[in-house]
Every structure is written in C-alpha cells, then in structure tokens.
C-alpha cells in the first residue's frame, strides 16, 4: 500500500457495547475509488469515524496517508478531507467566504486563481460564488466542498452517503465530480446504501456484514463494469442474512 492511500485491517470497533466493527479489513490506493455498502446500523460511518480517529478502536490497525490515526490524529486529519451526509459550512458566508475561512483554519494559502479553478472544475455556477449558502441546494453545498478539499489538495477523500437525497442530475453531476478526483489520484472511500451510485463510479465494491466485508468485486473493463443483477442479488442476500 502506498503512503498516500488508506490502509485499515482487522479493524475492531466497540460501541454501545457490541462490536459496531469486528474484524473489517479494506484498502484504497491512490486514484481508486472504493465504495462501501451497507444499510444502517452495519458500521459504515463508524467506520469513518474511526479512521479520522474520532472515536477509538478496539483492535486492528488504520493507516491513513502513512499516518495512524490514534497516535497523530492531527497529520491523519490534514491528509483526509470528510465529506458527511449532510455538509458542515457556514450558511451566512458565501461559497468564496466558506472557502477562505477554511483554508485559513488549515493554515493553507491559495490564490484568487486557484479558487478560481477549483470551483470551475466542481462547475459551480459562478453566479452563485457570492452567494449565501444559505440559498444553497444540497448538490451546491457538495460542490463547493469538494472544490474546498480539492484546494487542500488531501491523498484522502472519505465520503458518508455522499448522493443520499440528491435529485437524478445532481447525483449524476456529484458522480462525475468524484470520477475526476480519483484521476487526480485522490484515494477515495464511499460508504453508502447506493448500489446503482456505486456501481457507476466506483473500482471496488464491498459490501459490510456483521461489521467486516461480507462479499467484494472489481470492476470489470467495458461500459457494463459491474453486473448489477449480481450486485443486487448479494447485497439483498447479505442485508436480509
């Protein structure tokens, strides 16, 4: 695994008394995209948190851009960008003003230009950068996100249910704003309960069960990279086992 990539094994999560977590073992190098599926309550988010270091592990190991998250939180939390379900920015600041703000608590400089470039490659409509977000939908409040983490220029994206309520375009617009970071050899880590978003972005798929990956498959070379039929049969077998 390289160092810029996400490497967990055997990772262990203990939470509300049950293991959340037993035994999960996954890894995204630089450029690839892996999603992770599962419904509620499998482990998904707990296992963001736990490679952030925001809640403590049990057992097992996480290296996050070569860096442990439970002995330098701080230098795993430079090197990943999280992206949560429902996007944490300031509402009465616009999208320029949430970035500066940003980058400023980062301790990173970026030029006007820069930013520039950002939100054009998120095709943010350049209307709204001035804007309050306020006013924002939530595929806006995505985009100016990922231009933000675009900006950091962080080896490691982690995504929590990043299209969950997005309308048809704007989830297709997210999937292609996520298939341009990992050309950009973003290592990127999806934890969703969307099969089809998956299937149409992702290099590797799998699916949690009783807190570790029950089933996984790579994507295969032509328009038609996963078999979906396939896909659904076993994730529904799993959910429902």
Do not use: C
């Not at 939390?77 to 980058?103: C, G, K, M």
């Not at 006013?135 to 969950?164: H, N, Y």
């Not at 950009?184 to 799998?206: E, K, Y």
């Amino acid at each position: 695994m390289s160092e810029g990539g996400l490497d967990i094994r055997d990772l262990v999560v203990i939470r509300g008394g049950r293991r959340a977590v037993d035994g999960l073992t996954l890894s995204v190098a630089p450029g690839e995209i892996y999603a992770l599926l599962g419904g509620n309550g499998t482990g998904k988010s707990t296992t963001l948190f736990a490679t952030l270091g925001l809640i403590p592990r049990a057992g097992g190991t996480i290296t996050v851009a070569g860096a442990d998250p439970a002995q330098d939180p701080d230098r795993v939390r430079r090197a990943a960008a999280y992206l949560p379900e429902n996007v944490a920015l300031y509402d009465h600041l616009s999208a320029l003003e949430n970035i500066r703000y940003f980058l400023d608590l980062a301790g990173e400089r970026r030029t006007v230009a820069e930013i520039g470039e950002a939100l054009d490659a998120v095709k943010l409509d350049p209307a709204a950068r001035d804007r309050r977000l306020g006013g924002f939908s939530k595929g806006m409040r995505q985009k100016t996100a990922i231009a933000l983490a675009l900006l950091r220029r962080t080896p490691v994206l982690l995504l929590d249910e990043p299209t969950s309520g997005l309308d048809p375009a704007a989830a297709q617009d997210f999937h292609d704003l996520i298939l341009d970071l990992g050309a950009r050899d973003v290592a990127i880590l999806m934890v969703t309960h969307d099969l089809f978003g998956a299937a149409a972005t992702a290099d590797r798929i799998g699916v949690l069960h009783q807190g570790r990956i029950g089933q996984s498959w790579a994507a295969g070379e032509g328009p038609e990279r996963f078999d979906i039929q396939a896909l659904y049969r076993s994730y529904s077998g799993l959910a429902a086992a």
